[in-house]
């Protein structure tokens, strides 16, 4: 389950609690389970999958993008596999290590792995969220933000559009506090 750091430095993983501290800034967070079975399994494990296996896993929770279509409007979902061999992957993490905010909401649902969401509170202070398999987020547009991978750099993620267009970062030049 997630895990919030706040800037005192106290840790909160209550999920309701985490919840409250999000709720200000308009950001949801949810616990859904993952894909079963003995694919579901393979395909979570592997470091490295082909366009095809990245398809079959999509296919397995079609049902949560149905459900988002339905419910938000989605019209467009991929999935990320990033890992610490992966060619380029300090240049990719480079753009979201930095404060920014995007147009369009930025909604994740974690299938593997783990990853960080700092966010800026209305107060300036800082916090920092570590997201993990079967975690759903979604930041919503104008939200100042960094995303980081952490020492163990794995991840698979599903990400839901909009609109892809929205979701180029800009920039805010805020300092980050907290790491």
Do not use: C
């Amino acid at each position: 389950m997630a895990e919030l750091r706040l800037q005192d430095g106290s840790r909160v993983t209550e999920p309701a609690r985490i919840a409250a501290h999000l709720a200000p800034l308009g950001v949801t967070l949810r616990h859904w389970p993952l894909p079963e079975g003995a694919l579901a399994r393979e395909l979570l494990a592997a470091q490295v999958l082909t366009d095809a296996q990245k398809e079959q896993l999509l296919g397995l929770v079609e049902h949560r993008f149905q459900a988002l279509q339905a419910e938000s409007g989605y019209q467009a979902r991929d999935l990320i596999v990033l890992h610490e061999e992966l060619a380029g992957l300090r240049e990719a993490l480079a753009k979201f290590s930095a404060i920014h905010y995007h147009d369009d909401d930025e909604v994740r649902y974690v299938l593997a792995g783990a990853g960080y969401f700092g966010f800026v509170e209305q107060d300036g202070t800082q916090m920092l969220l570590k997201v993990v398999a079967g975690d759903y987020i979604n930041v919503p547009a104008r939200a100042e933000h960094w995303f980081v991978m952490g020492d163990a750099p794995r991840i698979k993620a599903v990400r839901y559009f909009t609109d892809q267009a929205g979701w180029i970062p800009v920039y805010t030049h805020t300092p980050i506090v907290l790491a």
